[in-house]
């Protein structure tokens, strides 16, 4: 069974950090370009970074560049968001997403087929 999984969330201070975990079980990861998108409340999903099947292409939203970065380790199928400098505005659920490219291909919802169930991420202030 083809399973997204993230973990890693929680509350934090502003200006604190988290690290996001999408770990994948039933596929490898390796072969394609992984998404981190975000929700919240009262808002419509947004793309925050991808990272390439290598990991050597990556994007970021303008909101979150130079706070966020998308790594990912192949070898433990699992991609990571660091997330540093943290704001009241990133407060959301996040999700990861495999996509159907091995490319950063943008974010739109027809580029991704499997996602996971999302992790709460709340920045107090």
């Known amino acids: 069974q083809v399973q997204l999984v993230e973990s890693g969330g929680g509350l934090v201070q502003a200006g604190g950090s988290l690290r996001l975990s999408c770990g994948a079980s039933g596929f490898s990861l390796d072969n394609y370009a992984i998404g981190w998108f975000r929700q919240a409340p009262g808002k419509e999903r947004e793309g925050v970074s991808c990272?390439?099947?290598?990991?050597?292409?990556?994007d970021y939203a303008d909101s979150v560049k130079g706070r966020f970065t998308i790594s990912r380790d192949n070898a433990k199928n699992t991609v990571y968001l660091q997330m540093n400098s943290l704001k009241p505005e990133d407060t959301a659920v996040y999700y990861c997403?495999?996509?159907?490219?091995?490319?950063?291909?943008?974010?739109?919802?027809?580029?991704?087929?499997?996602w996971g169930q999302g992790t709460q991420v709340t920045v107090s202030s």
């Open positions: 997403a495999s996509s159907w490219y091995y490319y950063c291909s943008g974010y739109g919802p027809n580029e991704y087929n499997y």
């Open positions: 990272a390439s099947s290598s990991g050597l292409g990556t």
